[in-house]
């Protein structure tokens, strides 16, 4: 789960008002035309994100994912969890031994879901351990390799970023950085709400955003990372282990891979030297990479998709 960009949001809105065509379906970004689009799935919060809904546990929502996954061919997808969830629901540790034996990596998202901003360097650093424990007590094997920062927050200031990345050097972990975030987590609790109404119409008008949203983050990402880089960059894309989610990913990754993308692992992607720069900046907005990138180096940039916010809030409500 991420933080609201308010900034990002006002910018876009600019955007809209200029009429850049920043809203609406995007043309396809792939099609042979261009480099293959390079795509490593992350999945955030296992092993239970957003409400459950009716005739689902978090065990048969992850069944989905893991279907999915092995239909599209993709496999060693990362996916960071939050030993806390376990902690209150016992039960849904299945969700975590599946997701392992379907031969997926587990990463560090801190046990708490903590937010850096919300509870201080000191507690957060004993947060990422009290995790880190919790890992190797689930796979002995890996404890994992792979750190995510909750709401894509790192910290407050440089010191305090510092101080983290020190530590999570000294776990072996690398952090995470994330390029695609099309708010998948904010689908969640629309959905549950649409479905407790038995609203057929809303539903589907759901289902329809979703993918509009992946695309356009797609696009403002493929575009981005060009525009940034002067090249094809591997991208790393968010999700989350929701109901909704579930529901969607054989669409989503079709859909994707019909505009170019092929799917790599996040051990490829972070090979790449652009996971590798220092981004000494301390932005308080959940940033992806690239955002980062733009506050730091003043990197021209392409104008920010609209997120939509008003049937977000309003639909089934
Ligand atoms: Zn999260």
């Known amino acids: 789960m991420t933080a609201a960009r308010s900034w990002m949001f006002a910018a876009a809105a600019l955007c809209a008002l200029v009429a850049q065509g920043c809203i609406g379906r995007p043309a396809p970004v792939g099609g042979g035309r261009e480099d293959p689009i390079e795509v490593a799935l992350t999945f955030d919060d296992l092993p239970s994100n957003g409400p459950l809904v009716p005739g689902e546990t978090r065990r048969s929502i992850m069944g989905k994912i893991l279907a999915t996954l ?14 806390r969830r376990v902690e209150e ?26 937010d850096i901003n919300a509870i201080g360097l000191q507690a957060y650093l004993a947060d990422i351990d009290k995790n880190h424990a919790f890992l190797n007590k689930v796979d002995p094997t890996d404890a994992g390799r792979f750190f995510r920062y909750p709401y894509l927050e790192e910290g407050p200031d440089l010191a305090s970023r510092h101080a983290i990345q020190q530590h999570l050097a000294s776990l072996g972990y690398q952090a995470t950085d994330v390029t695609i975030d099309f708010y998948d987590w904010a689908y969640a609790e629309p959905y549950a709400r649409c479905l407790a109404q038995h609203d057929g119409v809303a539903i589907a008008a759901l289902k329809t955003s979703y993918i ?17 880089y002067g090249r094809s960059v591997p991208q790393i894309l968010l999700l989350h282990v929701s109901a909704i989610g579930a529901e969607m990913l054989d669409q989503l990754l ?21 996971y590798h720069q220092p981004v000494d900046v301390a932005p308080t ?15 021209p940039y392409p104008p920010f998709p609209l997120q939509p916010d008003s049937l977000l809030s309003v639909i089934c409500d």
């Open 89 to 114: 629901h016992p039960e849904d540790v299945a969700a975590l031994t599946d997701w392992l034996a379907a031969g997926h990596l587990l990463g560090d998202h801190t046990y708490s879901h903590a």
């Open 70 to 83: 092995r239909r599209h061919g993709i496999s060693s997808v990362t996916g960071f969890a939050n030993g």
């Open 254 to 274: 079709t859909d994707y891979a019909q505009r170019g993308v092929v799917y790599i692992t996040l051990d490829r992607a972070l090979r790449d030297a652009i």
């Open 285 to 299: 907005r959940g940033d992806t990479l690239y955002e980062k990138m733009i506050e730091a180096r003043h990197v």
């Open 212 to 228: 509009q949203n992946a695309d356009t983050f797609l696009n403002w990402s493929v575009a981005a990372g060009r525009q940034i």
